[in-house]
């Protein structure tokens, strides 16, 4: 295996193609069922090892602390983890809308974890890099894992799944959403029902969506909007939302109609993730 000082990786976007709330736990998480896909489309990092065993973000997020990015608290956990001697300088190229609900912090988070295994030359099981990561997001694992999912739990409890690969339109209406704000809302329904025997013939939602439409009417607009072109839905807590296509080029006519006040991008979805597929050829 390659020994490898530097490393540049993908950190890509995941959709929750439905999100199913059970419950909620003693803790104040909720229990859900929900399907992750990735997105070959996402922000990208640039890692450098170094001897001094200092962690060093070259790039920053306005209004957001070095010691709160993500990406900064994935390799602090894992240094602290393992004791390595080794540090890191980190940039990053951010692309992914933050409290987009497209998973832009966790993915950040879970392909740091990935990329410093590999440069600090730790060979953590995937396992051990989950069990990091969920205490970073609860959607840190999935990412980590690597491969679609019907995740439970508080979305850490991952079951493999293999869907046909296919083109999204996600557009992003401009309003950040906080995961904890909806999460902690007196009217989110929190009662759907678990789901039995086969996911695939059974009825799915995203219960965030009709909360999220009341409070941000933006949401409600980009979902109807996207209604000409096929069933439309909100990914995660919000605020992005996404139709399939079948073609790139039907896509991209569409993105090419989009409102200005809005953004979008249109990418392919994968079963496995981009960032481990990158892993795996760097490291040949
Ligand atoms: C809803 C989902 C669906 O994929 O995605 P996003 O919309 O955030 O992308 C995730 O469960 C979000 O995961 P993540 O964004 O990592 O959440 P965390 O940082 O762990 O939690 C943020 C806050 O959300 C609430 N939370 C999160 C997960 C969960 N199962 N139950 C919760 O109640 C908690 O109030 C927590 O303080
Ligand atoms: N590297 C990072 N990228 C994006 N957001 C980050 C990062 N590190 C910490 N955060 C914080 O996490 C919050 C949620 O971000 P993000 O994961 O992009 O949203 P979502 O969970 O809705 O997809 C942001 O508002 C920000 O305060």
Known sequence: MADLTTLSLIAPAKLNLFLHINGRLPNGYHELETLFVFLDYGDRLHFKRTDDGAI????????????????????????????????????????????????????????????????????????????????????????????????????????????????????????????????????????????????QSSKHRNDCEELVKKHYPEVEKTLNWLLKYGPSRMTGTGACCFVSFETQHAALEALKSLPETWQGFVARSTNISPAHSELRTKLN
């Not at 995937?126 to 439970?152: H, R, T």
Request: proline share 6%.
């Open 56 to 199: 060093t973000l070259k790039t920053q997020i306005d209004g957001l602390p070095d010691e709160e990015n993500l990406i900064y608290k994935a390799a602090y956990a894992l240094k602290l983890a393992t004791n390595t001697a080794f540090g890191a300088e980190i940039s990053f190229d951010k692309h992914l809308p933050s409290g987009g609900g497209v998973g832009g912090g966790s993915s950040d988070a879970a392909t740091t974890l990935l990329a410093l295994n590999a440069l600090w030359q730790l060979a953590l099981p995937l396992e051990k890099l989950a069990e990091i990561g969920v205490a970073l997001g609860a959607d840190v694992p999935v990412f980590i894992n690597g491969q679609a999912a019907i995740a439970q739990g508080i979305g850490e409890k991952l079951a493999p799944v293999n869907l046909p690969e296919t083109w999204y339109l996600v557009v992003h209406p401009n309003v950040h959403i906080s995961t904890g704000v909806i999460f902690n809302n007196a009217n989110l329904p929190r009662n759907t029902p678990k789901l039995s025997g086969d996911w």
